[in-house]
Nanobody
Framework: QVQLVESGGGSVQSGGSLRLSCQAS?????MGWFRQAPGKEREGVAR???????RYADSVKGRFTISRDNAKNTVYLQMNSLKPEDTAMYYC????????????????WGQGTQVTVSS
């Protein structure tokens, strides 16, 4: 059974940084981060595959960095230069559609961790 446990969310002022972590059990393939703001659809933020290939949403390129530690089965999302529009519930995901950031077709989801950025 696959389990994804997120941590690291919180509240920060605009321009600040946060690091999200997601520890996976029972899975070692493609993983990523998605987010959902109130009243909006869930959107892909970043993904990293077993070969360390990465993909980012245009809105976070140059500010967010995704990485993984396979020995710990953990994926990280380093978020810098945070903006109020980054405020959302962030979800760890595993088993993504090949090379895609689409939310449909994702096999596993974490419970989510809230990120709030104030201006």
């Amino acid at each position: 059974q696959v389990q994804l446990v997120e941590s690291g969310g919180g509240s920060v002022q605009s321009g600040g940084s946060l690091r999200l972590s997601c520890q996976a059990s029972g899975y070692s393939g493609s993983m990523g981060w998605f987010r959902q703001a109130p009243g909006k659809e869930r959107e892909g933020v970043a993904r990293i595959d077993n070969d360390y290939w990465t993909r980012y949403a245009d809105s976070v390129k140059g500010r967010f960095t995704i990485s993984r530690d396979n020995a710990k089965n953990t994926v990280y999302l380093q978020m810098n230069s945070l903006k109020p529009e980054d405020t959302a519930m962030y979800y760890c995901a595993a088993g993504l559609v090949y090379r895609s950031l689409q939310s449909t077709g994702v096999n596993y989801w974490g419970q989510g961790t809230q990120v709030t950025v104030s201006s």
